[in-house]
């Protein structure tokens, strides 16, 4: 199981971390990633981290912005999002395929979370 938290309402050029706790001893080995949903929109790749975050991977949207990192307590997985602009608004869900090395597209997604609300106003 997977669950977000963290999202929030915030302005422009902003900041916001968002996070992600992963319950079940098969998600200590496992590659995570960050995908959102904006209104009207598919879902598109965020960010993406490997098993022991060696090797991530960001949407070039996002690049600069934002950091993807595993956290001290095993099974998390944190978005820590800056700069935030108003194109950043969207739902955002961690998931992962089960595997070692992270992957960028929505279609290898085996299991999601439930999703986190991130606002950014202008």
């Known amino acids: 199981q997977l669950v977000e938290s963290g999202g929030g309402l915030v302005q422009a050029g902003g900041s916001l971390r968002v996070s992600c706790a992963a319950s079940?001893?098969?998600?200590?080995?496992?590659?995570m990633g960050w995908f959102r949903q904006a209104p009207g929109k598919e879902r598109e790749f965020v960010a993406a981290i490997s098993w022991n975050g060696d090797i991530t991977f960001y949407a070039d949207s996002v690049k600069g912005r934002f950091t993807i990192s595993r956290g001290n307590v095993q099974n998390t997985v944190h978005l820590q999002m800056n700069n935030l602009k108003p194109e950043d608004t969207a739902v955002y869900y961690c998931?992962?395929?089960?595997?070692?090395?992270?992957?960028?597209?929505?279609?290898?997604?085996?299991?999601w979370g439930q999703g986190t609300q991130v606002t950014v106003s202008s």
């Open positions: 079940g001893r098969t998600f200590r080995s496992v590659a």
């Open positions: 998931g992962t395929d089960f595997n070692a090395v992270p992957v960028t597209t929505v279609e290898e997604i085996r299991l």
